[in-house]
């Protein structure tokens, strides 16, 4: 009776320790309802938020829907660019990739918050980040996806892996390729995932470049885009134009669409549609939009299984700006 009443009582710790995320589970895998019991209101309350968000400023559902990708792209989604520099710590958000760029920490700061309301340290800023991004597509009138969540918080960070792992705009076909297949995505995911520039804007330091020197574009386009974007590095710079000129605010397929007549805007853009590859990817896409939605949210739930933090790795941030 007594080895009984000490198996019973060891059960019960182990239990209470799993419920806690104390114990590690080796091969531990996200699911899409990791949350019901322990933070039932969860969806709604960044559903909410996001909404609002958005409604106040289209262009920060790109924003929200980048930081998960640049996240992703750095050690996996563990939420470490979220985290803040300090004068001990040197975290992703002034790499080169993100420096006066990246944006909508804010946002995420404030979903953070509600959900901590909601539900004391349960849910990891990783996951907020993730279902953010979802909600951003979504109220930009994207499609929809069951967003897997079960990610914990990272520790740490790296600029220098956010300065070498996320793909430049400056980047040739064969590096895309390889920058995608590096964290496991394939070349038909990395042109889907690029669709997310149907929504957004870039500076123009990162397409200056290519609308005043590349030859592949819309002659009209490149004088369209040199009106607000002057050919001398250090003057505005940061003057912002459509990643879509036909529908910056709408989730659509459109992207596609204008790389057909070489109006894509950054020199990226350009070379999924510019004799290789690729090329008949981004026709399909053009054609059927219900196929590029249904492989952007394949791709999406690829992306967002990166290497995650799970069981008692990391740690779950009460504020995503700083660890605990």
Known sequence: MASNQVIAATLAIVFTLLL?????IVGAQLTTNFYST??????STVQTAVKSAVKSEARMGASILRLFFHDCFVNGCDG???LDDTSSFTGEQNAAPNRNSARGFNVIDNIKAAVEKACPGV?????VLAIAARDSVVALGGPNWNVKVGRRDARTASQAAANSNIPAPT???SQLI???SAVGLSTRDMVALSGAHTIGQSRCTNFRTRIYNETNINAAFATTRQRTCPRATGSGDGNLAPLDVATPASFDNNYFKNLLTQKGLLHSDQELFNGGSTDSIVRGYNNNARSFNSDFTAAMIKMGDISPLTGSSGEIRKVCGSTN
């Open 20 to 24: 806690q995320g104390n114990i590690n």
């Open 38 to 43: 322990s933070c039932p209101n969860l969806l």
């Open 80 to 82: 470490s660019i979220l």
């Open 123 to 127: 849910v990891s800023c990783a996951d």
């Open 171 to 173: 980047s040739s076909l």
């Open 178 to 180: 390889s920058s995608f």
